[in-house]
């Protein structure tokens, strides 16, 4: 049973790591960024409150990561195991995280890896990504580009540059993750479930690496 957590700096490759995981492992991914989005694009009131976080480059209030954690946790696709991507992020969601699944899921966090990469390297990958806005597939316009152009290799969809992916948001998100987020290594650091990688490595490299810690 794998129940990962993905640390990291926006940009560290979380999501491109993620992807090759659930392909082999046949596990699911739930991304907290994924999800927020789509309540954006659908305009739902967790939308509307959480967009202006998301813009601004702040973290989006607890209560409501939280809560809209509760609620996907309800889903049975959890049961065969999970990566989570972008959460938990302070420490009152990991704290919320393992109450979470000790009482609804009656399991626990099995693997917490952390990819470490340069500040410089992460402001040049948030700039250059672009995602497909139908199925989340993610690119990089230099280091990871479309076959086609602007278009997403899966569907073909238009390929989209994040709102929030513009330098000055981009320091501003690195910002919040060097103050709170990457405390919780030291909160995951005595657990002996703690991992750390370079994510400075061609992906194929770190997902080799990866593997080797998920067996
Ligand atoms: P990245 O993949 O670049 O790290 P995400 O897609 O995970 O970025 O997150 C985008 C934005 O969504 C964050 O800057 C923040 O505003 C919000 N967000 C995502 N996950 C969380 C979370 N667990 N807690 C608070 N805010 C979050
Ligand atoms: P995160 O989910 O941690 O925010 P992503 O997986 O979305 O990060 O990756 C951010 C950007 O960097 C994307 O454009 C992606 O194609 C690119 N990228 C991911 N991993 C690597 C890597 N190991 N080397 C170079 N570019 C990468």
Request: charged letters at 25%.
């Given at each position: 049973m794998i129940n990962l957590i993905f640390l990291g700096p926006p940009g560290a490759g979380k999501g491109t790591q993620s992807a090759r995981i659930i392909d082999e492992y046949k596990i699911v991914q739930i991304s907290t960024g994924d999800l927020l989005r789509a309540a954006v694009k659908a305009g739902t009131p967790l939308g509307k409150e959480a967009k202006v976080y998301m813009d601004g480059g702040q973290l989006?209030?607890?209560?409501?990561?939280?809560?809209?954690?509760?609620?996907?946790?309800?889903?049975?696709?959890?049961?065969?195991?999970?990566?989570?991507?972008?959460?938990?992020?302070?420490?009152?969601?990991?704290?919320a995280l393992d109450e979470m699944l000790q009482n609804e899921l009656k399991t626990s966090v099995t693997?917490?890896?952390?990819?470490?990469?340069?500040?410089?390297?992460?402001v040049k990958r948030n700039t250059g990504r672009r995602v497909c806005p139908s199925c989340g597939a993610t690119y990089h316009i230099k280091f990871n580009p479309p076959k086609d152009g602007g278009k997403c290799d899966k569907d073909g969809e238009t390929l989209v540059h994040r709102d929030d992916d513009q330098e000055e948001t981009i320091r501003k998100r690195l910002g919040v993750y060097h103050d709170t987020t990457s405390l919780l290594k030291d909160y995951y650091s005595k657990s002996g479930k703690f991992f750390e990688l370079s994510g400075d490595d061609h992906p194929d490299k770190v997902y080799s690496k990866i593997k080797e810690i998920l067996g």
């Open positions: 989006v209030p607890d209560s409501l990561i939280i809560n809209m954690m509760k609620e996907r946790f309800e889903s049975d696709d959890c049961q065969n195991g999970f990566i989570l991507d972008g959460f938990p992020r302070t420490t009152a969601q990991a704290v693997h917490i890896i952390s990819l470490e990469v340069d500040d410089e390297v992460v």
